[in-house]
Every structure is written in structure tokens, then in C-alpha cells.
């Protein structure tokens, strides 16, 4: 667009430019002609004839014409050079990086469509420094930008002739190599990332750096946005890989990624279209054996997939944007659902630590619970030790926040993350939840009985209650009880069930909002009803208790 302007600016002055010269040259013939005749008049060389005055004030203005188209002519040429200036530098903007001054990526694509066409083989990589962010905000973005010349000194150092080095934006570069094969590209590439683990000097700090780097042979038949997009999806998996690292691209990436892509699709139509329902896991109390709520625990009804479990889609609704819409969205539903239970079941709700990030979500909860009308002390909420560390002072604030509100709160997956003793002090938790990997390793993995036991001493001395997750066996509930766990759940208690059979079982049981559930023993309305309790026994014979 800008290149458009200055062109069609270049055209009016060129235009104005011709036309003012053409009119100056005019002025200056007639006035050597005039000059002829008035000047000789004038002076008295002509003898008895004396100059007519409109002669000479036509003779005046010729030169008034002469002088002005002079001046004009001068800023007309000054116009000119300006414009041709700007041209040169908008085609710099247009085809150099400016903090590098290396190739951008307008320069990367034209000299990609080249190499391709030429069909003489060569690679194309992408880099992707790790943890660049970092350096810019320990260390302000001067130091950053400093950091991206060494990078881009060091690339146009390595890469070999008619290479074309870019940087595409951020920390990212490109390297355009025609005619390389693919060994060729390997040990170039594996040069630069080892060059660039080097440590260097940057202004006043010492910088280890590291890129995670992806690598396609250019294929004649693509475009060179493709080409990118597959460098682009090496790199990713490079990244995936643990970083400083490279990866080729293959086909079965692209196939990943664009499976991953429809997934995430029909998932957002499956929220559209309210297909995700909440499940509910038994929660049970060690000593006594009575249920005491139960887990929420989101499912996906998809028309075209079926039940499908959340490891299945949680982690792409969180990196997706999508997580708080499902989340709440299932928790109103169980509330809602809940809400009749007897008043001892508390409900247990998960938050994901990217809603933990929304300084709005106690009153969101909030609000939700006044709305549902389900009482606030049977609400409980796990959190995991990830949302503590993203945003701590955040987390305590919103943690303070639902407790005065009366909900109780559980550190869920505890001793998978980096909760230290100092938070677990300062945040009033209500629960601590053993992640399962130590909980199904207890009987054969003596250090994953260490920590079980560990735990447990500490939530005593905490005078916080510990609950065990992915209790599967009578072996796991006898060895959780004996290392001081109150509470557990797990397939030996009963899997995630809908609200219907919860709803079901309380009928059978005929619980009616009183005392505690026993579905091995049946209640007291069970045992007289010797029918009932059969059918609670065929269940649970079928290996399931909800
Ligand atoms: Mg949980």
C-alpha cells in the first residue's frame, strides 16, 4: 500500500517536475526573443522609436516566470531525491529485519519460491531459541535485541554460501539452504546449536543460550509456506523433545497435528452443543468405609466418538483457551445435580491452574453457587500445585478469597509439582490428595510407601487430612490405612459414575439425604430389602459399587 503511495507520489512530482521545466524553457525562448526587441529600444540603440511600456512589463514578467519556475524546478528535483530516498528505505522495511538487519521473512519467502523453482534440492530450518522470554525480562529487550544480533553474527558465521538467513520475528530465524542434502543439513545444523550452547558476553550479562531447531528438504511440490509449516511443525516436536534439539519433518507430525486440530474443533462444537457432562467418583473414608462425596470428574458424550475421558481432551481445552468454559459449564451442571444429595456428600470440583489466572474466579464461583443455590460448605475445590506456582500471591488471594466464602480446599496430585512446605503453611488447605503414581506403586515400591507415609505424617502434624487417589486394590486400602490416610478413592471404591446412577444408588439405599452410604453393606433400609440388596451385590460383583 505504502509502495503504492510513493509510487503515484513519484508520478505527480515527475509530472509537476516535466511540466515546470517545459514552461521555464518556454519562458526563457521568449525572453531571448523579447530581449531582442525591448533591450535595444531601451537602451536607445533603435534610434527615434522609444520602448512601449507593455512590452516591457511583459518583458518583466517573463523574467518573474523564469525565476519562479527556476525555484520551483530546484524544489521539484529536492521532492524527487526525497521520494527516491524513501522508496530505497521502504524496500530496506520491506525486506530486512530491522534489529538483525538480516533477511525477514517477505526476503525468506521470495528466495524459498526461488530455490524451489529451481528444483536443485536444499533444506530449510527453523530455530526457536528456549526460554528467550527470559532474557528480556530479567534482562529489558535492549539486552534481548543484543542477544538476536549474536544470534544472527553467529548464523551468518556457520551458514554456507547462498544461504539465506532470516529472522522471522521474535526469537525466531530461518535458514534457507540450497542445494544442501540432507547429511549436509544435519551436521550444519548440529554445529550451530552446539556453537550456540556456547556461553557468551552480552552487555553487562553472561547468557547460555539454546534453540530447539526443525528441518525440511524442500520438496519442488510445495509452496514455501508449506515448507515453513513443516520446519515450523519439526520444530515444535523438537521443542516436545525437551529443546536443544533438532528434528526432521515427517509426514506422520503433520498427520498429529492435524488430528489434533479436528479434535479441538469438535470439541468446541461439543461445548457449543453442551455434550460434556459431569461424572462423579466415590470419595470414602478409610475407618469407617462410608462415602463421603465425591469427585467431579468431566466426560465428553460425543455423538461421534462416545464416552470419551478427560485425558482425551482437558489438556487441548487448556492449551486451547476452552478450559474455563468447560469447566465451569460441567460444575454448574453438577451442582445442579448435587444439589438434592444428602447433605453430608460434599462435591469436589477441579480447577486447572489456567483458571487460576482469572483474577474474577472466586466471584464467578460465587456467584455460580448463589445461582444453583448449592451450599457453599459442600463445595470443595482442587487445585493443584501448579496453580500455586504460576501466580502465588494471586493464588493465596483467591484461595483466602473461597474459604471465607465457606468452601473447603484440596491440594490436588500432591508431590507431582513443586508445592514447597512454605505454601503449604501459608494456604490454608483443607486436604491434601495424594497423586496416584505413589499411591498404586505402595505395595511393591518402597520409596513410594516413603512418601505415602511421609505425606501422611505430615498432613497429621498439619492437621490436615490426606486422601489417597487411585486406591485399586484391598492390598492398597489396608497399607493407605495403616500409614494414617483418612480418606480415598480409586476403581477398588467404584469408577466416575453419572449423576443418574449416583441418583439411582440412593434410591436403593434409600439414603434419602441421611447417614453414610455403604455400598458393600448396604444400609439399613438395604438389609430389609432383600432384593434391592442383591441387585447392590450383582454390581458390585460386576466390579463396580456406583
Ligand atoms: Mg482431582
Known amino acids: 500500500m505504502r509502495k503504492t503511495t510513493n509510487r503515484s507520489d513519484a508520478i505527480k512530482v515527475a509530472s509537476s517536475h516535466l511540466i515546470t521545466t517545459c514552461a521555464t524553457v518556454a519562458a526563457i525562448i521568449l525572453f531571448v526573443v523579447m530581449g531582442a526587441r525591448v533591450l535595444p529600444e531601451s537602451l536607445g540603440f533603435t534610434a527615434g522609436t522609444a520602448p512601449k511600456s507593455g512590452l516591457i512589463a511583459a518583458f518583466l514578467l517573463n523574467i518573474a516566470i523564469i525565476l519562479f519556475g527556476w525555484r520551483r524546478a530546484k524544489e521539484l528535483a529536492q521532492a524527487m531525491a526525497a521520494l527516491t530516498l524513501a522508496e530505497q528505505e521502504a524496500h530496506r522495511n520491506a525486506y530486512v529485519d530491522c534489529v538483525t538487519g538480516l533477511a525477514n521473512r517477505r526476503a525468506l519467502v521470495k528466495a524459498l519460491a526461488a530455490a524451489l523453482e529451481a528444483g536443485d534440492g536444499g533444506a530449510i530450518t ?35 554460501r547462498r544461504s539465506t538467513i532470516a529472522r522471522l520475528g521474535g526469537d525466531e530465524f530461518a535458514l534457507l539452504m540450497p542445494s544442501v542434502g540432507a547429511e549436509g543439513a544435519e551436521d550444519l545444523v548440529g554445529n550451530i546449536l552446539e556453537s550456540l550452547g556456547s556461553p557468551i558476553d552480552v552487555g553487562a550479562f553472561h547468557a547460555h543460550l539454546s534453540a530447539s531447531a526443525g528441518i525440511a528438504l ?50 468446541r462444537e461439543g461445548i457449543e452443543n453442551d455434550e460434556f457432562v459431569p461424572f462423579f467418583q466415590p470419595l470414602i473414608n478409610l475407618e469407617s468405609g462410608a462415602t463421603t462425596g465425591f469427585e467431579v470428574l468431566a466426560r465428553w458424550c460425543s455423538p461421534r466418538r462416545g464416552l470419551v475421558e478427560p485425558v482425551d481432551f482437558i489438556e487441548i481445552c487448556e492449551t486451547s483457551g476452552m478450559i474455563a468454559a468447560l469447566s465451569m459449564n460441567v460444575m454448574r451442571k453438577a451442582l445442579i445435580e448435587a444439589r438434592d444429595w444428602p447433605a453430608h456428600l460434599k462435591i469436589a ?36 500445585e501448579g496453580s500455586l506456582i504460576e501466580h502465588p500471591e494471586q493464588a493465596v488471594t483467591v484461595v483466602r478469597s473461597l474459604k471465607n466464602s465457606g468452601m473447603s480446599i484440596a491440594l490436588d496430585d500432591f508431590g507431582t509439582g513443586y508445592a514447597s512446605l512454605t505454601q503449604l503453611q501459608a494456604l490454608p488447605f483443607d486436604r491434601i490428595k495424594i497423586d496416584k ?19 501422611a505424617s505430615l498432613g497429621k502434624l498439619l492437621c490436615v487430612p490426606i486422601t489417597a487417589e487411585g ?10 490405612a495403616e500409614a494414617g490416610c483418612q480418606d480415598a478413592q480409586g476403581w477398588l471404591f467404584g469408577k466416575a459414575v453419572s449423576g443418574q446412577l449416583v441418583r439411582d444408588h440412593f434410591k436403593l439405599s434409600g439414603a434419602g439425604g441421611q447417614g453414610a452410604l455403604d455400598p458393600l453393606e448396604g444400609t439399613d433400609h438395604e438389609r430389609r430389602d432383600g432384593g434391592r440388596r442383591a441387585a447392590a451385590r450383582a454390581r458390585l460383583a460386576a466390579g463396580r459399587k456406583w
Do not use: C
Request: proline share 4%; net charge negative.
Open 218 to 267: 524442500l520438496t519442488p511440490s510445495q509452496s514455501p509456506d508449506d515448507m515453513l509449516r513443516r520446519a515450523d511443525i519439526a520444530m515444535y516436536s523438537a521443542k516436545k523433545a525437551g529443546r536443544n534439539t533438532f528434528r526432521w519433518f515427517d509426514s506422520h507430525q503433520e498427520a498429529a497435528i492435524k488430528a489434533r486440530a479436528s479434535l479441538e474443533e469438535e470439541i
Open 126 to 160: 527453523l530455530f526457536d531459541l528456549d526460554h528467550f522470554k527470559k532474557v528480556n525480562d530479567l534482562h529489558g529487550h535492549s539486552a534481548g535485541d543484543d542477544l538476536l544480533n549474536h544470534v544472527g553474527t553467529l548464523l551468518s558465521a556457520i551458514a554456507p
Open 437 to 455: 503414581s505413589f499411591v498404586a506403586t505402595i505395595g511393591d515400591n518402597e520409596q513410594s510407601a516413603a512418601i505415602v507415609r511421609t505425606v
Open 349 to 384: 470440583v477441579n480447577i486447572s491452574p489456567v483458571q487460576f489466572r482469572d483474577p474474577q474466579l472466586a466471584e464467578r464461583i460465587l456467584k455460580m453457587l448463589t445461582e444453583t443455590g448449592f451450599p457453599a460448605r459442600r463445595l470443595e475445590l482442587e487445585i493443584t
Open 471 to 480: 486406591v485399586e486394590n484391598e492390598e492398597i486400602r489396608l497399607r493407605l
